[in-house]
């Protein structure tokens, strides 16, 4: 009996064992999964912990760098107003230069007027062949004085950037013979040949700089010929018009083509005095050229002469005629002003007295006055009657040369001709001389170029 009572307590135990293991299996394994998850979960404050590190650091940084940034902003801000005051001090210097520039030129060009005018009746008047030479000298000189002096203020004017294009259609034709004509008695002196084609085109640009620009190439050619001659052509290229001056001149080293356009500079061909001169007007040119948007080309053979071109768009506009700068007379068809009566209205008494002296010499009955207030006077003179006024433009107390102008042709005739005689060459006063039917003529004036003038108004 006791054998086989005992069998079932063993299977008991084995039963309890193996469910005892199960469990311990079922915690063991409980116990990893937790242990997994809570390593995960350390592992996930460990990089939690590491990126608020980081982020602190970035912080740090962030604000070192927005501090960096601003005081290099501060710094940018501090440099542009120093810019700006800078260039505002610049801009008042040049227009301050270019206001100096201005007036200085003006009163200058007032007494090289005055000694003009006198020089001019002193050359008439003297006997002698050394005595006339000498006053050809002075007359020269006064040239280059005024010349330099025009050439100073027109580079004052563009640096200053207040030359504003007018651009229009211009006829190549009727400009190229003015200009020629104009050249040609300095041509005739040297003995040298000048001619021009114009192939018929027309061109846009402003008439006044463009001819300032070919008068400058065109002296320059003549500055540096000695044998030949100089040619002024227009031909076609596309859309575009290139406008050429040739010489035959000892042309340009290579060396000298960079700096050639520079002021103050001379090419080396320039050492004697006949080719004296101040190195400013292809500076010119390249100003006005820039302005005016028209390239200058340089092409030059040492011994051979030089081309200097300009390219600037071709039109088919009608063209605006304009009255070219009346030319002196030959012989004694230039004396055909006597017996005219003048009125001269100028501040200046050096001028009047000039005006006074010349005008005696050519055999004008002359009336002289200062301003407004002595024109009241002159009406009440029923002894004069004007045949001619002549008028600076500024007179004293604001007044201007138009006002008198006005007020004299009221008084005896609306159509009494009339020159306006100035050192100011703004595009206001010739407005304001082309809306009263007047002539313009620029200090110093040329006395066969005021002869001639007056005698072609009084017909």
């Keep these: 009996m006791g054998p086989t009572a005992s069998l079932p307590q063993t299977d008991k135990k084995d039963a309890t064992t193996l469910e005892l293991e199960r469990r311990i299996q079922k915690l063991e394994r409980i116990n990893a999964a937790l242990m997994n998850r809570v390593e995960r979960s350390l592992d996930q404050q460990a990089n939690a912990y590491t990126m608020f590190q980081t982020a602190i650091g970035l912080e740090s940084q962030v604000r070192i760098r927005t501090e960096e940034l601003n005081n290099a902003l501060d710094k940018l801000e501090t440099a542009n107003q120093e810019l700006t005051a800078a260039r505002d001090t610049a801009e008042r210097a040049n227009s301050v230069k270019t206001r100096f520039f201005t007036a200085v030129s003006h009163d200058v060009l007032q007494p090289l007027h005055a000694a003009q005018l006198s020089l001019s009746a002193l050359i008439d008047g003297t006997g002698s062949d050394d005595q006339r030479r000498l006053a050809l000298q002075v007359d020269h000189a006064l040239a280059s004085i005024e010349e ?31 200009l020629v004509l104009d050249m040609q008695p300095l041509i005739t002196t040297q003995k040298l040949g000048i001619a021009h084609r114009s ?3 027309a061109v846009l640009s402003d008439p006044l700089m463009l001819r300032r620009i070919l008068q400058n190439l065109l002296a320059n050619a003549l500055h540096y010929t000695r044998h030949g001659g100089i040619l ?12 050429e001056v040739w010489d035959t001149g000892p042309g340009i080293p290579e060396a000298e083509c960079e700096r050639i356009f520079e002021e103050f500079q001379r090419g080396s061909s320039s ?3 006949h080719r004296a001169g101040f190195g400013l007007g292809l500076s010119i040119v390249n ?18 002469g030089t081309r200097f071109s300009l ?69 009440a003179n029923e002894d004069f ?15 201007l040369g138009t006002e ?28 304001d001389a082309e809306a009263l039917g007047c002539e313009v003529l620029h200090k110093p004036i040329r006395p066969a170029e005021l002869r001639a003038l007056m005698q072609h108004l009084l017909g």
């Design 271 to 273: 050492n004697d005095a």
């Design 199 to 201: 192939a018929g085109l």
């Design 148 to 178: 330099l002096l025009r050439t100073m203020l027109d580079l004052s004017k563009l640096e200053a950037g207040i030359v504003r294009p007018q651009i229009e259609p211009i006829r190549l034709e009727s400009l190229f013979q003015s």
């Design 311 to 379: 390219m600037l768009p071709i039109t088919d506009a009608p063209t605006i005629e304009r009255r070219t700068e009346v030319q002196p007379p030959k012989g004694s068809q230039a004396f055909g002003v006597a017996e005219a009566r003048v009125l001269v209205i100028d501040n200046d008494t050096l001028i009047l007295q000039a005006m006074q002296d010349l005008l005696d010499r050519w055999s004008c009955p002359t009336y002289v006055v200062r301003g407004l207030a002595e024109i009241d006077t002159l009406i």
């Design 404 to 431: 008198a102008i006005t007020k004299i042709r009221s008084a005896f005739d609306p159509q009494l001709p009339a020159v306006i005689i100035t050192a100011d060459r703004s595009e206001q006063i010739s407005s």
């Design 287 to 304: 100003r006005m050229a820039q302005t005016l948007e028209h390239p200058v080309n340089l092409c030059t053979r040492v011994g051979r």
């Design 385 to 399: 009657r004007p045949d001619i006024v002549l008028a600076d433009y500024h007179l004293d107390m604001g007044h």
């Design 232 to 243: 002024l052509a227009a031909r076609k290229r596309g859309g575009q018009v290139r406008i």
